[in-house]
């Protein structure tokens, strides 16, 4: 497969805990990173690798995978949290870059 | 700091080329994989394409394969994009990103730890 799919849209709560999931075949063989975008904004790497994240990131993200699903998991999510969330990897024959479509997070 | 800055037209006429250029400072460019990414008005992210100058490897989406090119100037340290035959559907931010990662076991693992701030081009007859 050459797909990743996540939820259009999901809310949380003001410190509320939220998971946001991509799902895909491939993610059984690659590893996911997560960005997220703002409005106006370029991405930015908010998890990577294993479960890792860049300097900066808050420790309120955190990442996990399980067969074809992966998750990026917002402990405690915060007003700045709201964004667009993607996640990346590769297709089923590693030869190209894909995204999922998107997650719009909205915090209330 | 790796700082990435993609510059070209902001408005092209249908049927022509676009084409883009991505500065880099603080990076080699023949050092990583550069990639070009996009993001339409109103939709998700897509990838156009890598390069990876030191072993000459270049992948492009299946989808925009037959459209694009993407070269390096080392002697620039700038990785460029062109898109030919460009219609309204080309319209969106054009983002260039630094791949990061690493090899083990026989796996790869790799990210997007460095973009640029975008560059906004509108197709327009």
């Known amino acids: 497969s050459s797909e990743l799919t996540q939820d259009p849209a999901v809310s949380v709560a003001l410190g509320q805990t939220v998971r946001i999931t991509c799902q895909g075949d491939?993610?059984?063989?690659?590893?996911v990173s997560w960005y997220q975008q703002r409005p106006g904004q370029a991405p930015m790497l908010v998890m990577y690798?294993?479960?890792d994240r860049p300097s900066g990131i808050p420790d309120r993200f955190s990442g996990s995978t399980s067969g074809n699903t992966a998750s990026l998991t917002i402990t405690g999510a915060q007003a700045e949290d709201e964004a667009d969330y993607y996640c990346?990897?590769?297709?089923?024959?590693?030869?190209?870059?894909?995204f999922g479509g998107g997650t719009k997070l909205t915090v209330l | 700091q790796v700082q990435l800055r993609e510059s070209g037209p902001g408005l092209v006429k249908t049927s022509e080329t676009l084409s883009l250029t991505c500065s880099v400072s603080?990076?080699?460019?023949?050092?990583?994989?550069w990639h070009w990414i996009r993001r339409p008005p109103g939709k998700g992210l897509e990838w156009i394409g890598h390069?990876?100058?030191?072993?000459?490897?270049?992948k492009y989406n299946p989808a925009l394969k037959s459209r694009v090119t993407m070269s390096v100037d080392t002697s620039k340290n700038q990785v460029s994009l062109n898109l030919r035959s460009l219609t309204a559907e080309d319209t969106a931010v054009y983002y260039c990103?630094?791949?990061?990662?690493?090899?083990?076991?026989?796996?790869?693992?790799?990210?997007?730890?460095?973009w640029g701030q975008g560059t906004l081009v509108h197709v327009s007859s």
């Open positions: 990103a630094k791949w990061d990662g690493y090899c083990a076991n026989g796996v790869c693992y790799h990210w997007f730890d460095s």
């Open positions: 603080g990076a080699s460019i023949s050092r990583y994989f």
């Open positions: 390069i990876y100058y030191s072993e000459g490897s270049i």
């Open positions: 491939s993610l059984r063989t690659f590893y």
């Open positions: 690798d294993k479960n």
């Open positions: 990346n990897s590769r297709d089923s024959s590693g030869n190209h870059v894909i």
